[in-house]
């Protein structure tokens, strides 16, 4: 690998709303960065694979009726739960792409009228990304691709609110990529960005906190 011993690697989130293409998008950087030499996993949340993961799970097919805040806080104690080893592999040198996070925590949320605060406040003290990418994409077009499956939230209505809290919540730190590309041009456009920051990791810039 090209890693130094004392080089960490980086926490790089893709967000956006239903249908935008970060799923494929994350699929493709993964190999672009094993194939230059760097230690990588593409992790996603919610991770159903875990006990609250099947929770989530079973909420979002409708197998499940939750209150609205309970729902909200398994979401976060499942990123919570896989915390200690998220720490564990960015010390170890392993990048980690993350299919959502924090961010759809809080936009998914607020989207349902719960106040944006109450929303973050257990997130506090999760990693911060050191890389968001959010694929922008008007819930419109998001909708004319089809394959909104039959899950919680997958709806217009309820995208176009999702979507207001995503600009409530996006920084200047944050980088905006036009969805509406072509999958070639969005995978371009990523991978500059992406092998920037991971070289910018290497390099020593320290892990940080939720919400900085
Ligand atoms: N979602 C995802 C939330 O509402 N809160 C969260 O914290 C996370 C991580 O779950 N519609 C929502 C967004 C999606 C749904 O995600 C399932 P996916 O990426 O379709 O598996």
Redesign the pocket.
Known sequence: GVNNNDSRGALIVLEGL?RCGK?SQSSRLFPYLEGLGHSVELW???DRSTSVGKMISAY?SNQSQLDDHTIHLL?SANRWEKRSMMETKLKAGTTLIV???SY??VA??SAKGIDVEWCKAPEIGLLAPDLVLYLDIPPEKAAERGGYGS?R??HLDFQRKVAQYYQILRDSSWKIIDACQSIEEVEKQLREIVLDHVITCHKGKPLSLLWS
Request: charged share 35%; net charge negative.
């Open positions: 239903d799923t996603r949340f919610p979002l979401f299919d959502r996070y759809s925590g998914f949320s899950e939230y997958e």
